[in-house]
């Protein structure tokens, strides 16, 4: 059977539309910090400091990004505002765009795309039945099942304007005062994270030899702005992040028992760690 029009697809987009407030909320939460950044610019064709701040930048009313390397959506932004800082050269040369695409809207679509798929299979299992067939996918795996579909790449760049019309025109500082609040639960849900396993007697000593990974994968945990415990549907991202952030193999495999995430999403990482050793 042919979908003549892909009714997954229609509910991943209401579904966005319902979880708008939380986009914006994450959208907040990662802005946080960002004032304190040091602003780039290009000179002779190279990515340098110019020595000033974003938010020394925003406040004398200097814009912080530049057309030469302004994302097309976020094209015409007003100085100082949260759009402009999107438009910022970070040091490697790319832009925050590309940085809270990564971070917030990959994520948060993949999460909505798979509560979609699950929400179908709960009220509709017929019709999920035979889009599954159609994707020739069994339903084991719903970030496959996700990705075949390919309904990812369409929801991101709405996520992208939902969160531009709500935010897009204020002031950074001002998205950084709203997303305060949810920075600090998350700072604090890590800090508790840390802390339990050594409250707890039942709990065997941490190796001294982690340590060092351990640090790595609180501060990529932090800067990812996952949910805790992460869900089995952000395990890919998960492991990028941890990756990313100078982890090994084998230290991730270590650590997965100590980390903020369901038991179905460590399983998931370990199949994802043993599918690159094979």
Same mark, same amino acid.
């Given at each position: 059977?042919?979908? #003549?029009?892909?009714?997954?697809?229609?509910?991943?987009?209401?579904?966005?539309?319902?979880?708008?407030?939380?986009? %914006?909320?994450?959208?907040?939460?990662?802005?946080?910090?960002?004032?304190?950044?040091?602003?780039?610019?290009?000179?002779?064709?190279?990515?340098?400091? *110019?020595?000033?701040?974003?938010?020394?930048?925003?406040?004398?009313?200097?814009?912080?990004?530049?057309?030469?390397?302004?994302?097309?959506?976020?094209?015409?932004?007003?100085?100082? *505002?949260?759009?402009?800082?999107?438009?910022?050269?970070?040091?490697?040369?790319? %832009?925050?765009?590309?940085?809270?695409?990564?971070?917030?809207?990959?994520?948060?679509?993949?999460?909505?795309?798979?509560?979609?798929?699950?929400?179908?299979?709960?009220?509709?299992?017929?019709? !999920?039945?035979?889009?599954? @067939?159609?994707?020739?996918?069994?339903?084991?795996?719903?970030?496959? /099942?996700?990705? %075949?579909?390919?309904?990812? #790449?369409?929801?991101?760049?709405?996520?992208?304007?939902?969160?531009?019309?709500?935010?897009?025109?204020?002031?950074? /500082?001002?998205?950084?005062?709203?997303?305060?609040?949810?920075?600090?639960?998350?700072?604090?849900?890590?800090?508790? $994270?840390?802390? #339990?396993?050594?409250?707890?007697?039942?709990?065997?000593?941490? @190796?001294?030899?982690?340590?060092?990974?351990?640090? !790595?994968?609180?501060?990529?945990?932090?800067?990812?702005?996952?949910? $805790?415990? /992460?869900?089995?549907?952000? #395990?890919?991202?998960?492991?990028?992040?941890?990756?990313?952030?100078?982890?090994?193999?084998?230290?991730?495999?270590?650590?997965?028992?100590?980390?903020?995430?369901?038991?179905?999403?460590?399983?998931?990482?370990?199949?994802?760690?043993?599918?690159?050793?094979?």
């Amino acid at each position: 059977m042919t979908f #003549a029009v892909d009714p997954v697809g229609l509910l991943t987009r209401s579904l966005l539309r319902e979880r708008t407030a939380a986009l %914006v909320a994450e959208a907040c939460a990662w802005s946080v910090g960002l004032s304190d950044r040091p602003h780039h610019a290009r000179r002779s064709g190279r990515v340098a400091p *110019t020595g000033v701040t974003l938010g020394s930048r925003a406040l004398h009313g200097q814009m912080l990004g530049s057309e030469e390397d302004a994302h097309l959506e976020l094209s015409e932004a007003q100085p100082g *505002t949260f759009q402009d800082a999107l438009n910022a050269l970070m040091a490697d040369g790319r %832009v925050y765009a590309e940085d809270f695409d990564e971070q917030v809207l990959a994520p948060f679509v993949l999460d909505t795309c798979v509560c979609a798929v699950q929400r179908v299979g709960r009220d509709c299992p017929g019709l !999920l039945a035979e889009l599954l @067939d159609e994707l020739g996918e069994d339903g084991s795996d719903l970030l496959a /099942v996700v990705r %075949v579909a390919e309904w990812e #790449a369409p929801l991101r760049t709405e996520a992208e304007h939902l969160v531009l019309a709500a935010l897009g025109s204020a002031l950074l /500082v001002e998205v950084e005062a709203t997303g305060l609040p949810l920075a600090l639960v998350r700072a604090a849900e890590g800090l508790t $994270r840390t802390a #339990a396993p050594a409250a707890l007697p039942e709990t065997p000593p941490q @190796d001294d030899d982690l340590a060092g990974a351990r640090f !790595l994968a609180d501060v990529a945990l932090r800067a990812a702005a996952l949910p $805790r415990p /992460v869900p089995p549907a952000l #395990a890919g991202r998960l492991l990028d992040v941890l990756l990313s952030e100078g982890l090994e193999d084998e230290e991730v495999l270590r650590l997965l028992p100590e980390l903020p995430v369901q038991q179905d999403t460590a399983q998931e990482v370990a199949g994802l760690l043993e599918a690159r050793w094979s």
